[in-house]
């Protein structure tokens, strides 16, 4: 195997590439680009504030406090929320707080207004009449602290009066709620408290202060106070807002003080220094990665998306649900809260590969806190996702299941439950650990391991470990829950695969945590014996359904036009790659073509990161993607189908997935991108805690910077058939690598920065030309060896799903025909359900038998009869895998995160 250094390498041809852009990595350029980006106004009546959904107007937010513009000529609202202030009394639902009223609606005609949601720097930035006098206004909320502030210039050459007023109350204000209000020094505040009850009653408080005039006529009522000041001739002030309270149970006199104090005695001085702290906040997390796509309306997307999150959800906060936290009203769409069955999780689908793991943790928090509620209904609630299956099939389970994990559709903070039903499906609890999954492949932190996720994956495994049927004549488990809301199948897809995640790291990592032989075999046996993604046949087409042929409850086994379910085990379950085999790829991109869900309002945080992951296109999948947002991107530059929220942050993975993908071994830069479309990124993150960048420029791609924040082996396929390649250290010095295959291998230090150069120039009679080597490359040391003690060896790849070749051809009359007299309740999933499904009402009984028909793949001796054995663990398998286990005593920690089915292939193009 050749050696590559710094001054040595493969003679590769001769190809001219130029280096990595300068232009993302340079704050002055991506803070003018990031301006560029930022969604504007003309009209101070502004439309969309007040809804049940996601405002559409300019926003703000640190995670905890909310800010939604509203106004008409002569007057800005500032619409105030709060993450955690929650109803918790006849009906749980994140509710609305209040807001800051300046100046009034007198002035008529208004011209010349401009309003910008500037993400660059977190703030609305205002140009307009403020009861008829001319301003400028920039308003922005306190990195760290609930403040907001309005900094108002005036434009005119005389004093003006304006008014204030600080209210609580919402759109669609409930009346069990109650307000305080009143003028204390100079200061207006006002106070609500949700309703009142046996649950826990929230309460919260503004208070308001002008920072550079006095306030003067000071009046009040129940809900608001409110004064005037006077604007002096091209003179600046400063209006404050503090934001107190929240959260469970707090006393009426703390949320009011803890509001006042974050406004009293508060100079221009200090809120200068705020101003610098926030602006400070917003260049640290803009400069954690970045991509250049030579494309606006994508640039514009993508970019507002990363706002969003990052305004929405900070460590230490409540996790923002279905609308984020602008909220004003209190009766929020699905009570905006964290609706389990894939819209929390796709919140965050585009913060790891973002390298902006940190807005994912309060997640996490969320499923801590309901974990106690999560455990009872695993042992008292079994039947309540399927009654039938578990009182006559599975009369083993009639105690429930210890030690696992079951969860209802939507859940709030503080462990409550909104939506308390299951729709027949087990899911939500793996669409949860796709999270945990994520985070530790692309942290390595083995801290977040240690006391975050492996706890709650082991909750997981044991939960389906006995939820799951061993077939003693096919030798594997199979899983029965809902792919659909409403629906009963055997081994859907996206079940499966999530869990095959989810056994994979704990297979990996189980006995570095302490845990015993035995159990690590068990699962080592569970995920060698689950079942692959199922195939059909549909329009002459094999594609991939949504469980086993024959097995659906409603026979549609696949849906054209709906949600793209049958593609979750590719995103988030990560089963295919675009290292995958090609004839996994071609399933892939056939079903796909079928589905032609590109504009479902469900699948757009799926689809796009579906087809990026496997190869599909890429001039399609940008085509389609440039279509939709064309058609909705709203006036802020969210995605609006009507319904949905901040979910739809979640295809921004699908745009990193085209210029960086990785694999658990494999690190592959541009893998879908046009081969004619120039691009570039900085510090995107790879799996195993690699920050990597590369610019493309046509067909040819710069050198890879690769920046190491754990240490471990770097697998880089290389980008370059020819030329010569080098590795270099970031002081200059050579690094010796390895390479197999067309990947390049080299250890890496934690904290440190390597660059891969590809040049024309001829290698020193020393230089050593790379060739493929005679045999396949050993392992590499294991890019997390130094984090953990040895574990046991993986279980190797599965073989590739086999196509079946008498599968029955699905009949389109069977897709898309509801029952009669159906009930559809809408939900965030408004996926077609069985009759009397939907949100607050529990799914139908499934059959009392489902299995395979005569001759199904799955029943070779096609027997209805079929043994079907709940065993937990194949005891035969388990033993002999611990038995090897102990003879083995220690091992070199490789972790398998993916696997890619099939031979590997690196085409592209279908």
Same mark, same amino acid.
């Given at each position: 195997m050749a050696v590559v250094s710094a001054i040595t390498a493969v003679s590769l041809g001769a190809v001219t590439v130029p280096a990595i852009a300068d232009a993302a990595s340079d704050w002055t350029e991506l803070k003018e680009r990031l301006h560029t980006l930022s969604p504007t106004w003309s009209d101070p009546a502004l439309r969309g504030a007040i809804t049940t959904g996601m405002p559409s107007t300019a926003l703000l937010g640190n995670g905890d406090t909310g800010v939604t513009s509203n106004g008409v000529s002569g007057r800005k609202d500032f619409i105030i929320s709060k993450g955690d202030f929650w109803n918790g009394n006849r009906g749980t639902s994140i509710v609305g707080l209040g807001g800051v009223t300046i100046g009034d609606s007198n002035s008529a005609g208004e011209s010349g207004f401009s309003e910008t949601q500037n993400i660059a720097e977190g703030r609305i930035d205002t140009n307009g009449l403020l009861s008829g006098t001319k301003v400028t206004m920039q308003t922005w909320v306190a990195a760290s602290s609930n403040q907001v502030v309005s900094k108002i210039t005036s434009d005119s050459s005389t004093d003006a009066s304006i008014t204030l007023q600080t209210w609580v109350g919402a759109g669609r204000a409930r009346g069990d709620f109650s307000s305080t209000a009143g003028v204390t020094d100079g200061t207006l505040w006002a106070t609500r408290a949700t309703a009142p009850g046996s649950n826990w009653v929230s309460r919260a408080a503004l208070a308001t202060r002008v920072v550079g005039a006095t306030l003067s006529a000071t009046t009040s009522n129940a809900s608001s106070a409110q004064g005037t000041f006077t604007l002096p001739a091209h003179g600046t002030v400063y209006v404050v807002t503090g934001v107190g309270g929240g959260g469970q149970d707090p006393a009426l006199d703390t949320v009011k003080s803890a509001a006042t104090t974050l406004v009293n005695n508060k100079t221009a001085a200090d809120i200068d220094a705020l101003d610098t702290a926030r602006a400070? /906040?917003?260049?640290?997390?803009?400069?954690?990665?970045?991509? +250049?796509?030579?494309?606006? %309306?994508?640039?514009?997307?993508?970019?507002?998306? =990363?706002?969003?999150? !990052?305004?929405?959800?900070?460590?230490?906060?409540?996790?923002?649900? %279905?609308?984020?936290?602008?909220?004003?009203?209190?009766?929020?769409?699905?009570?905006?809260?964290?609706?389990?069955?894939?819209?929390?999780?796709?919140?965050?689908?585009?913060?790891?590969? *973002?390298?902006?793991l940190e807005q994912a943790l309060p997640a996490f928090d969320i499923v801590s806190a309901y974990l106690p509620e999560a455990q009872r209904r695993s042992k008292a609630e079994l039947r309540r996702v399927n009654n039938d299956y578990v009182l006559k099939?599975?009369?083993?389970?009639?105690?429930?299941?210890?030690?696992?994990v079951l969860f209802p559709v939507g859940i709030g903070p503080w462990g409550s439950t909104t939506d308390d039903v299951y729709l027949g499906q087990t899911i939500n609890s793996l669409y949860l650990a796709s999270q945990y999954v994520e985070y530790w492949n692309y942290s390595a932190d083995p801290v977040f391991l240690k006391n975050t996720a492996y706890p709650y994956l082991t909750k997981v495994a044991a939960f389906f470990t006995s939820w799951m049927q061993y077939n003693a004549t096919t030798q594997k488990y199979e899983l029965y829950s809902g792919p659909h809301e409403g629906t009963w199948a055997r081994n859907p897809s996206g079940d499966v695969a999530l869990l095959r995640s989810v056994l994979e790291v704990l297979t990996n990592t189980g006995t570095a945590m302490g845990e015993s032989p035995a159990t690590v075999a068990g699962w080592h046996d569970v995920l060698g014996k689950l079942a692959e993604p199922a195939t059909g046949t549909y329009n002459s087409k094999t594609v991939y359904l949504l469980a086993d042929s024959g097995t659906v409850s409603d026979r549609r086994e696949i849906r054209p036009g709906d949600n793209t379910v049958n593609l979750e085990f590719i995103h988030p379950g990560d089963y295919l790659n675009i290292r995958s085999s090609a004839a996994s790829k071609q399933i892939a991109w056939d079903t796909i073509d079928v589905m032609n869900s590109w504009a479902?309002?469900?699948?757009? *945080?799926?689809?796009?990161?579906a087809a990026a992951r496997t190869g599909y296109n890429p001039t399609t999948i940008l085509t389609k993607l440039r279509d939709l947002l064309t058609t909705s991107l709203d006036s802020n530059a969210r995605v609006d189908d009507g319904i949905h929220g901040l979910e739809k942050v979640g295809a921004t993975e699908a745009i990193n997935s085209m210029l960086l993908q990785s694999d658990g071994d494999v690190i592959t830069v541009f893998p879908n991108w046009p081969s004619d479309k120039d691009a570039a990124f900085k510090t995107l993150r790879a799996e195993g805690g690699f %920050?990597?960048?590369?610019?493309?420029?046509? &067909?040819?791609? &710069? *050198?890879?910077?690769? =920046?190491?924040?754990? #240490?471990?082996?770097?697998? $880089?396929?290389?980008? /370059? +058939?020819?030329?010569?390649?080098t590795v270099t250290k970031g002081n200059g010095s050579a690094v010796v690598a390895m390479t197999s295959d067309s990947v390049l291998s080299f250890a890496t230090d934690a904290g440190q920065t390597y660059t891969v150069s590809h040049s024309t120039a001829t290698p020193t009679p020393t230089a050593v030309a790379l060739t493929p080597a005679p045999s396949p490359m050993p392992v590499p040391t294991p890019m997390f060896a130094q984090l953990l003690p040895p574990v046991p060896s993986p279980v190797p790849a599965p073989s590739p799903a086999p196509t079946p070749t008498s599968t029955p051809v699905l009949d389109p009359e069977l897709m898309v025909v509801p029952s009669?007299?159906?009930?559809?309740?809408? +939900?965030?999933?408004?996926?077609?359900?069985?009759?009397?499904? !939907?949100? #607050?009402?529990s799914p139908p009984p499934a059959p009392s038998s489902v299995t395979a028909p005569p001759g199904n793949p799955a029943d070779p001796a096609g027997s209805p009869n079929a043994p079907l054995a709940h065993t937990g663990?194949?005891?035969?398998?388990?033993?002999?895998?611990?038995? $090897?286990?102990? %003879?083995?005593?220690?091992?070199?920690?490789? $972790?398998?995160?993916?696997?890619?089915?099939g031979d590997t292939d690196t085409s592209n193009q279908p």
């Open positions: 400070a /906040w917003w260049q640290d997390y803009w400069s954690k990665s970045s991509v +250049t796509l030579n494309d606006p %309306l994508l640039e514009k997307y993508y970019y507002n998306a =990363q706002y969003f999150i !990052g305004a929405s959800s900070r460590p230490g906060k409540v996790a923002p649900g %279905l609308y984020g936290i602008w909220i004003t009203t209190d009766a929020p769409g699905w009570h905006g809260d964290m609706h389990l069955n894939y819209n929390f999780a796709a919140n965050f689908y585009g913060t790891y590969s *973002s390298n902006r099939q599975r009369t083993d389970l009639a105690d429930g299941i210890a030690d696992g479902q309002n469900n699948s757009f *945080s799926k689809v796009y990161t %920050l990597v960048s590369a610019s493309k420029s046509g &067909s040819t791609i &710069s *050198s890879v910077e690769i =920046q190491s924040t754990v #240490g471990g082996t770097v697998n $880089l396929a290389l980008p /370059w +058939t020819d030329g010569v390649v009669p007299g159906s009930v559809a309740t809408p +939900t965030p999933d408004p996926a077609p359900t069985l009759s009397g499904t !939907g949100i #607050g009402v663990y194949d005891g035969t398998g388990a033993t002999v895998i611990a038995l $090897l286990l102990l %003879l083995l005593g220690t091992g070199v920690f490789v $972790l398998v995160r993916r696997r890619a089915i």
